[in-house]
């Protein structure tokens, strides 16, 4: 095959070629010493390579497709591949696999399913993982298994063997509530999601209540830790035999190298126990070019060379990820490593999840289910059902059929109702409201608010009847890639607001966190505010500064603090209450808990600032009021409700009104500290409108979402409004 260079591909000063390579998490920063020997091979090729951390990847890619600013060639989690492939943004590599030596058979079968889809290549596999078993082999010999056993009904009694031998034991470390751990259970029992074995989405229902079963009975009978109970240092409580099997992945392997070097002996590694299989979960990376690159040879001679046998050999040395290309394997370092020959066996018995735009929205009504499982809100009999629901909800589609003049009309009605509010809301007053002269004084006034007109209409009036307009279609993410399939559906997202209980809980939460932590915060900022006005000069400015600092911290590294403070087993909280004889509590991962922790921490965050409008609004008060009214023999009470609270009123409400708006669209503290768990007890608006607008791009449910949050701050403005003409001293209108 010829290499060509066209004339439009990107060069940089030195005339050399530029593909941007984007790559995530820590792979990203080690992936610049393999290009490296690209550029080596191929001078006039320059790699820029960016690293995206892993936690920011889907959005960035996301929104980089949207804004039409993608790299040349990017690592993708196999995950993300089908949505990237519904948004039409890789290029189908066909065309070049037909001239290249690579075959299909090179690769593990597993990582077939999230580069070749309907029949095209979109990808190449770049490395490969997936899940099995670390033990203890003393343990598990000791304890009557010399081999690690094959079934899990062999499991079953191997850790009822552990605990008996060890009272406190937890056999066997799993991450309960992970949907891509459900998925490998599933698949073992002969389960699929969109398998196309049976007419259900969760088929069968049988091996879905056998999977939520094996999850529930291993937390009952405390074969892993679950909620708070987990260990603060898994490593020492692996070598102490309180943990003595974890499911885990490769990188797992060099963290027992370097944490327990004495112990590596005893470590071994197994397959999974089979039920009807022994599946497990394919992770990994793909490599894909995007359909913007302008130099696509280029960007797909990178590709044939990062599947290369060297090149894989290579990045193993480099950063310990398993080759996707089977012929690497028998490379040194790979062979010889004792505990890796059961990952290679594993890699030929394992798939990826459902490859479909719409999983991340199935990952996460996964999570909800298996967590109401585990916290005994659903029995296992009753999951399937309620999984199905929600999965059938969000792979719902839009079945009615709207010609396009059809859906013109219907937005056209739309704008020009709106339109025609508009207009007749800025109209000029009436001839016999205004005085003379009047048209001169409305062109003036015009004149002077337009700038101000115009910046509102383009940052505010405008992406409201956006929202608006976009809540009223059926924008998702097919819909980035075409605009011709939005649809105009008028209220069917409100209706499918006010059918899913995770919205009626986010509404809930968000005003039970604006009702609770408005008087807080309020309550906190005015007795400092007071406290500080008594204070002597001097003190005043360095209380004023101390308290203001959560205002200025960033909120990220505020979460990260006050997570450790809330922490079950090391957090000073709980060693304060079990000081005084107090059980320890689970701040974050208790749901009758979770939600007051999170509003203490809003409120400890933002509560300075109404404290320093509160000081100055005291400080403006007349000290002669209070002088008088001592004199008079008025107490601090009597002060405070008579001349303190009237004269700082105006202040208050103010605050009141900021710091409720705030509340209602508080996002941050959720998202940071428990992510909207558990039981959706943290959830809240904003959080909801996040995760259906940027993870799984349902924008027009997102955007009447926002809708609602709109209604609700405009409600809270309104009632500031009438209560601030209801104010004593100020005159009624007419």
């Given amino acids: 095959m010829g290499w060509l260079v066209t004339a439009d591909e990107k060069t940089d000063a030195a005339g050399q070629i530029v593909l941007d390579v984007w790559g995530m998490g820590m792979e990203g920063h080690l992936l610049r010493q393999l290009t490296a020997e690209f550029e080596r091979r191929h001078p006039q090729v320059k790699v820029r390579v960016q690293a995206i951390p892993w936690g920011a990847g889907h959005e960035k890619l996301m929104t980089a497709i949207v804004g039409d600013m993608t790299p040349d060639v990017a690592q993708i989690g196999t995950t993300w591949m089908a949505e990237l492939i519904a948004l039409d ?256 066996e594993q890699l030929e018995d394992a798939r990826s999840p459902p490859c479909v735009p719409e999983w991340e929205a199935m990952s996460d009504a996964l999570w909800r289910t298996i967590d109401e499982v585990l916290w005994e809100r659903l029995s296992p009999a009753s999951a399937p059902a309620v999984l199905e629901a929600r999965l059938a909800r969000v792979l719902e589609k839009q079945d009615l059929f709207q010609p396009h003049l059809q859906r013109v009309s219907a937005l056209v009605a739309v704008l020009a109702a709106l339109g025609g509010w508009l207009i007749w809301f800025l109209r000029p007053p009436p001839a016999e409201c205004r005085p003379h002269p009047t048209r001169t004084r409305w062109s003036t006034a015009a004149l002077f608010l337009l700038p101000a007109l115009l910046i509102l209409a383009i940052f505010k009036f405008i992406p409201i009847l956006g929202a608006f307009l976009a809540s009223l279609t059926n924008w998702d993410v097919y819909g980035l890639a075409d605009p011709g399939r939005v649809m105009f559906v008028g209220l069917d997202n409100y209706r499918a607001l006010a059918s899913d209980p995770t919205f009626w809980a986010a509404l809930r939460n968000t005003l039970v966190f604006t009702l609770i932590g408005v008087p807080l915060n309020i309550g906190l900022a005015m007795a400092l505010a007071l406290a500080l006005n008594r204070c002597l000069q001097g003190w005043q400015t360095i209380f004023r500064t101390l308290f203001f600092l959560p205002v200025v911290t960033t909120l990220v590294v505020a979460a990260i603090v006050w997570g450790w403070l809330f922490n079950f087993e090391f957090g000073p909280l709980n060693l304060l209450l079990q000081a005084l004889g107090l059980p320890a509590l689970d701040w974050l991962g208790d749901p009758r808990l979770a939600l007051w922790s999170v509003i203490l921490v809003a409120v400890w965050k933002g509560f300075g600032y109404n404290m320093v409008i509160f000081f100055v609004a005291r400080q403006a008060i007349d000290e002669e009021l209070y002088e008088s009214a001592e004199i008079d023999g008025a107490g601090r009470w009597q002060m405070f409700r008579h001349i303190t609270w009237p004269m700082m009123r105006r202040a208050i409400f103010f605050a009141a009104v900021v710091t409720g708006i705030g509340c209602l669209q508080v996002f941050t503290e959720p998202y940071m500290l428990t992510g909207g768990g558990p039981l959706d007890s943290t959830v809240t608006l904003v959080l909801y409108l996040y995760n259906h607008g940027f993870r799984f791009f349902r924008v027009g449910h997102a955007s009447a979402t926002a809708m609602v949050l709109f209604l609700c701050s405009l409600a809270l403005l309104l009632v500031r409004s009438y209560l601030r003409r209801e104010m004593p001293g100020r005159e009624k209108p007419a």
């Fill in 89 to 344: 943004a890789l290029e189908p590599l066909d065309a070049y696999l037909a001239s290249s030596p690579i075959r299909e058979d090179d690769f593990f079968p597993g990582t077939l399913g999230t580069n070749r889809l309907g029949g095209v290549w979109y990808g190449l596999p770049f490395f490969v993982d997936t899940r099995l078993i670390y033990y203890r082999a003393d343990l598990v010999a000791a304890a009557g298994f010399p081999r690690f056993p094959e079934t899990w009904a062999e499991f079953d009694l191997l850790c009822d063997r552990l605990q008996a031998r060890q009272p406190g034991v937890f056999p066997c470390t799993m991450a309960l509530g992970d949907p891509l751990q459900f998925m490998m259970f599933l698949w073992q029992r002969g389960g699929d999601l969109l398998g196309g074995n049976g007419p259900g989405i969760a088929w069968p229902p049988a091996a879905v209540a056998e999977t939520m079963a094996f999850l529930d009975r291993a937390r009952a009978r405390d074969w892993t830790p679950f909620g708070p109970e987990g260990p603060s240092d898994f490593f020492a409580a692996f070598a102490s035999g309180t943990y003595p099997m974890t499911i885990g992945g490769p990188w797992m392997i060099w963290e027992f190298e370097k944490r327990l070097p004495d112990l590596v002996d005893r470590i071994a590694t197994a397959r999974l126990p089979r039920a009807i299989t022994g599946t497990s979960f394919l992770g990994g990376s793909n490599l894909a070019i995007f359909r913007r690159c302008r130099h696509k040879d280029w960007a797909w001679k990178l590709l044939e060379f990062m599947a290369s046998r060297e090149a894989q050999a290579r990045w193993f040395e480099i950063a310990k990820g398993l080759p996707s290309l089977r012929a690497a394997w028998d490379l040194p370092g790979l062979a010889d490593n004792p505990m890796l020959p059961a990952f290679r």
